[in-house]
């Protein structure tokens, strides 16, 4: 097998995962489905999935999502041209959102908080900026912020967690900004306390530092918080959301925060080529999202806590030596399941179950993460609202008990 760099399946990010073509001497056969192809299909065909995520579906069906874009924006107003008309009321939407003075949209995350950083920067004399080595741009961006921004990222922690208010406050380096993902992803889409994020946010400004959040899930952060989305983003000198991790949205992103940088970062989006012509459908489609997916997210959260306790549950009943679900009780809709079971053999095992029964506990991709361990991450949507506890337990102790047969 030969580790790439590709696109996963519920993120749009790239990461490092395992060439999924079937084990055996089959796998030389170009003709035959690879695990990814036959990992979708069963996804698509199941009638009982956790989460249905657009971008897996055909084109037409990606189109069908324009067909409510009526009550979302006046059709019969002039389309956009870089960034008037529709873009526009998105940006005013989130500004409106998140209690900011204003929003920029950015066609991608990546070059929203590349710019922010970058006007942050320039701002403080300090390129310099904190964060963790578990963070997006460190894992997912090909070092960008080095080789495209000339800005210098330093790692304030290591542990699997957002770091504490004493780590920032100690760490042995300036720096001119405090970036924090908000959930942090790839150590389990985990949250601090809201007492832990505040005391943080408090220790970089003992450094006269600014903060900056990489906030592209942070629409599914209230329930963890107990926090409206604008005391949240009000912690922050600036704000990064996603319109497709959460929302559903073809695509996009928005940087938030003073009026000052908001303009200042337009020019640097034209700069970075990031002024794109016209934007109407994924804009179109991100409103969509803000109306129907925002009100649900609190729900979705709730229910990933009744999946994962289930879960748990499910997997030890079915006869599995060891596993681990974390966090335990998910900060949001998305969660880690570990097994110590090698990555393609848990696929297969996961496959073949959704394919005979119809029913996919585990629709993504299983990433190695060492001999005889491996992960994935589970997410529930609108689809797992109709999954009761039972549900997922059977579902479970089905799949364990192949697992354990293998």
């Given at each position: ?9 519920g993120?749009g990010d ?6 999924e073509r079937?084990p055996?001497?089959?796998a030389?056969?170009?003709s035959?489905?690879t695990?990814r192809?036959r990992?979708i299909?069963?996804w698509r065909a199941a009638?009982?999935?956790?989460a249905?995520l657009?971008?897996?579906?055909p ?8 067909e ?9 107003e002039?389309s956009?041209?870089y ?16 209690g900011?003075?204003a929003?920029a949209?950015?066609p991608t995350?990546t070059?929203?908080?590349q710019?922010?950083?970058?006007c942050w ?5 300090d390129?310099?900026?904190a964060?963790?080595p578990l963070?997006?741009p460190e894992?997912?961006?090909r070092s960008?912020?080095?080789?495209v921004s000339?800005?210098?990222p330093?790692r304030v ?5 957002l ?9 042995e380096?300036p720096f001119g900004?405090?970036m924090?993902e ?9 949250l601090?306390?809201w007492e ?6 408090a220790?970089a400004?003992e ?8 906030g ?6 209230t329930?963890h918080f107990g926090?409206?989305?604008?005391e949240?983003a009000g912690?922050a ?7 497709y991790?959460?929302l559903?949205a073809f695509?996009?992103?928005?940087l938030a925060g003073p ?14 080529g990031?002024?794109?012509f ?6 179109l489609?991100?409103?969509i999202g803000?109306d129907r997916e ?5 729900e979705?959260?709730r229910h990933?806590?009744?999946?994962a306790?289930?879960?748990?549950e499910?997997l ?6 060891w596993f681990?679900?974390?966090p335990?009780?998910p900060?949001t809709?998305?969660?880690q399941?570990?097994?110590p079971y090698?990555a ?6 996961a ?9 996919v506990l585990?629709?993504?991709h ?6 005889g361990?491996?992960?994935t991450?589970v997410?529930v949507?609108?689809?797992?609202l ?8 059977a579902a479970a102790?089905?799949?364990a008990r192949r697992l354990?047969r293998n």
């Amino acid at each position: 097998m030969i580790a790439r760099m590709t696109d996963t399946d519920g993120t749009g990010d790239t990461t490092r995962v395992r060439d999924e073509r079937e084990p055996g001497p089959e796998a030389d056969d170009e003709s035959r489905p690879t695990l990814r192809e036959r990992r979708i299909a069963a996804w698509r065909a199941a009638p009982r999935v956790l989460a249905r995520l657009g971008f897996v579906a055909p084109l037409r069906e990606r189109l069908a999502l324009l067909e409510d874009a009526g009550s979302a924006y006046d059709l019969d107003e002039m389309s956009d041209i870089y960034g008037t008309g529709v873009v526009e009321a998105l940006e005013k939407r989130v500004a409106g959102l998140l209690g900011t003075e204003a929003a920029a949209f950015f066609p991608t995350g990546t070059m929203a908080q590349q710019v922010a950083l970058r006007c942050w920067a320039g701002r403080t004399g300090d390129p310099a900026v904190a964060l963790h080595p578990l963070s997006h741009p460190e894992v997912h961006e090909r070092s960008a912020f080095s080789q495209v921004s000339g800005l210098r990222p330093v790692r304030v922690t290591n542990e699997p967690r957002l770091p504490t208010a004493a780590e920032v406050r100690d760490f042995e380096e300036p720096f001119g900004a405090l970036m924090l993902e908000l959930p942090l992803r790839d150590a389990g889409f985990v949250l601090p306390t809201w007492e832990e994020l505040t005391e943080v946010v408090a220790a970089a400004r003992e450094r006269e530092a600014v903060v900056h959040f990489d906030g592209a899930r942070l629409w599914e952060c209230t329930e963890h918080f107990g926090r409206p989305l604008e005391e949240i983003a009000g912690l922050a000198d600036s704000v990064y959301v996603s319109f497709y991790k959460s929302l559903g949205a073809f695509g996009g992103a928005a940087l938030a925060g003073p009026t000052s940088l908001i303009e200042e970062a337009r020019a640097w989006r034209h700069r970075y080529g990031g002024n794109v012509f016209q934007q109407f459908p994924t804009a179109l489609s991100a409103l969509i999202g803000l109306d129907r997916e925002l009100p649900r997210l609190p729900e979705h959260v709730r229910h990933a806590r009744v999946v994962a306790a289930a879960l748990r549950e499910g997997l030890e009943a079915g006869g599995l030596p060891w596993f681990r679900v974390h966090p335990e009780v998910p900060h949001t809709h998305d969660f880690q399941v570990w097994l110590p079971y090698e990555a393609e053999v848990v696929a297969e095992t996961a496959i073949r179950a959704a394919e005979e029964t119809g029913t996919v506990l585990f629709a993504n991709h299983w990433d190695p993460k060492g001999p005889g361990l491996s992960f994935t991450e589970v997410y529930v949507r609108s689809a797992g609202l109709e999954w009761t506890a039972e549900d997922v337990r059977a579902a479970a102790v089905e799949f364990a008990r192949r697992l354990v047969r293998n």
